[in-house]
């Protein structure tokens, strides 16, 4: 079956541009969460979607940093007015549920290039 | 308290060899302990992983090492291949495998694994 789609693959800006990276999750998985990779380091949560709940914003690092949900599937995460330190590697995951054992599916990521 | 850190960066391997990677965590409330694999241009895939009522659980060539009293686990993967070559990631969570425990991850290691 199809796994997590993200687009586009790469992306590259100018800087204070605003960008809006997409997520297709898997279907019929009910959680969704969006992370952060720079080189050399490890994944960064950003948000996590569950169901019709409140998300999980903690990890958004400013408030240039944005993600709605429609319908419980489709995700878009909006990096406003970007800046250089935004470049990195984001990556879509998720669960068939809500819970911490749940195994987290990865997309390939889009690669954000602001220059 | 959230960190999750790991060691080597790097590691690199012969054929047949054994990989040894490490973690360490400092929260107590985590209880569940994965460990993800990534290919260049892919995003992370669940390889193994550990709840801390044991102290070891063995797939094919990966085993996870749990210590809980240490708070530190590791990824051994015996007679390595070249196909293991790929970064790899441990990761803690909480939620009692009932609710939502967000994944905190390690910075990552590289591992080659010469032929």
């Known amino acids: 079956g199809a796994g997590v789609s993200q687009s586009p693959s790469n992306k590259v800006t100018e800087k204070g541009k605003d960008v809006e990276l997409r997520c297709d999750p898997i279907s019929g998985h009910t959680a969704l969460y969006w992370y952060r990779q720079s080189l050399g380091q490890g994944l960064e949560f950003l948000i996590y979607f569950q169901g019709n709940s409140a998300p999980d914003k903690s990890g958004l690092p400013s408030d240039r940093f944005s993600a709605e949900r429609t319908g419980g599937s489709v995700s878009t995460l909006t990096i406003q007015r970007t800046q250089q330190e935004d470049s990195a590697v984001y990556l879509c995951?998720?669960?068939?549920?809500?819970?911490?054992?749940?195994?987290?599916?990865f997309g390939p990521g889009t690669r954000l290039t602001v220059l | 308290q959230q960190q999750v850190k790991q060691s080597p960066q790097s590691l690199i391997v012969q054929k047949g060899g054994i990989s040894i990677i490490n973690c360490a965590y400092e929260n107590t409330a985590f209880d569940y302990f994965p460990w993800y694999q990534q290919f260049p241009g892919k995003g992370p895939a669940l390889l193994i992983a550990i709840r801390p009522d044991v102290s070891e659980k063995k797939e094919g060539r990966f085993t996870i090492s749990f210590n809980k009293s240490a708070k530190q686990f590791s990824l051994h993967i015996m007679d390595s291949q070249p196909g293991d070559s790929a970064t790899y990631f441990c990761a803690a969570s909480s939620g009692g495998g009932t609710s939502y425990g967000k994944l905190t991850f390690g910075q990552g290691t590289i591992l080659t694994v010469h032929p």
């Open positions: 995951a998720s669960t068939p549920g809500p819970f911490s054992t749940d195994t987290q599916y």
